[in-house]
């Protein structure tokens, strides 16, 4: 029973994949329709993040109070509406009300999802937990792509995905007796949600939660802008840099499926060391001072393969590093963090390349890279003090 809810748990996670990349595939032709500024794709997409933010904080109550389960068919549900909402938009303020639910239900669903794989999986279904929401991340714009190259629109490719999203809260809804059992057997664990400064007052949480923001500030940033640094950096050409820059988010891809068969033999605390170090090697071929820019699109996908293993890593140890009674609490600290990291990070290094050179792009990453590995020893540090918990990050 519990193969099925892993795989059905896996679909939800495809579903939270799908839409992230719909507003960017979608966005130059909603302008047109719309009458609005290009620039305006980043208020919408700041909206979604703050809402996600707001959630993954909000996440432990909710969690305790319905279970996993019910609050990944309620955030899925609402997430599945504003979508809908969004095929039938007919201004730019109408996608900035809908992108509040949109964020609201994908942060809530993203952070009970993990802290429910870590707390009864092993380090392997969370790693493939992960590659699943890569797989959806990679079919959206397709899906977006074939509604637009077909002359259906960008609302159709809005609505599809929409549908997609109801037919995983079907499945949804028939699964819950198998969250309801699962939830039976581990009553009395967690009485009552911590709270964020109860949470904060752990020792290793604040260091834990830097090394996410680092992350993801890396991972997001290296995404964004790898095509801008390989054609104005490199003097690449914009056809070949558009597709090793794919590589990236391919290499993280199936890097989370092989990583996968593993994981459990290496353990969380070692595939995080070995994805750091993975990553260092992805930059310094980028940082290579040879001519060729083989190096360096090469060393993007590097990149993107080192950094595979991290996120799945850090989530999976918080509840053998926190204690499984603060994990709620935990889990919805660092996916906060994590956004955090995901929507500050890109946009400050585009002040820094526009003001100083986009020559800094694989610095920068180095300094976050760096910030992650040392944040992460410190929490292996703290964590092995306490006797309470067995650390496995």
Not at 129 to 135: M, N, Q, R, S
Not at 141 to 152: F, N, R, V, W
């Amino acid at each position: 029973m519990y193969s099925l809810l892993i795989a059905v748990i896996y679909l939800a996670f495809i579903g939270l994949g799908l839409p992230d990349s719909l507003l960017g595939s979608a966005w130059p032709k909603m302008i047109t329709e719309l009458d609005s500024p290009l620039s305006y794709a980043g208020i919408v997409s700041t909206i979604i993040a703050l809402g996600t933010i707001v959630s993954s904080l909000l996440s432990d109550r909710l969690t305790l109070k319905l279970g996993a389960g019910k609050v990944t068919l309620i955030s899925v549900g609402i997430t599945a509406a504003a979508l809908f909402g969004f095929s039938l938009s007919t201004s730019f303020v109408w996608l900035c009300v809908l992108a509040v639910p949109y964020g609201l239900g994908a942060g809530a669903v993203d952070a009970a999802l993990n802290n429910y794989v870590a707390l009864h999986y092993s380090s392997r279904y969370m790693s493939w937990l992960h590659c699943f929401w890569g797989v959806g991340a990679t079919v959206g714009p397709y899906i977006m792509g074939y509604a637009i190259s077909a002359d259906k629109g960008w609302r159709f490719g809005y609505a599809s995905v929409a549908c997609i999203q109801a037919i995983i809260v079907a499945f949804l809804f028939f699964s819950l007796p198998l969250w309801k059992n699962r939830r039976a057997e581990e009553k009395g664990v967690e009485e009552a949600p911590i709270g964020i400064k109860d949470a904060l007052k752990i020792k290793g949480v604040k260091p834990i939660l830097l090394a996410f923001f680092a992350y993801c500030g890396a991972e997001t940033t290296a995404g964004l802008w790898a095509s801008s640094y390989l054609v104005i950096g490199k003097g690449v050409s914009v056809e070949i840099a558009a597709g090793f820059a794919s590589l990236f988010y391919l290499g993280i891809t199936a890097g989370r499926f092989i990583i996968g068969f593993f994981a459990d033999r290496v353990g969380d605390k070692n595939m995080i060391r070995l994805g750091t170090a993975v990553m260092a090697l992805g930059l310094a071929l980028v940082l290579s001072p040879m001519d060729n820019n083989e190096f360096a699109l090469a060393g993007l996908t590097v990149i993107g393969f080192g950094a595979a293993p991290v996120y799945p890593a850090i989530i999976h140890a918080t509840p053998k590093n926190f204690g499984k009674e603060n994990s709620h609490a935990i889990v919805g600290i660092q996916m906060a963090s994590a956004y955090c990291g995901s929507v500050i990070a890109p946009p400050l290094f585009g002040i820094i390349a526009q003001k100083i050179g986009m020559g800094l792009y694989p610095y920068y990453l180095v300094l976050f890279v760096l910030l992650m590995f040392v944040m992460t020893e410190c929490v292996n540090k703290t964590c092995t003090k306490q006797p309470k918990h067995k650390p496995l990050l």
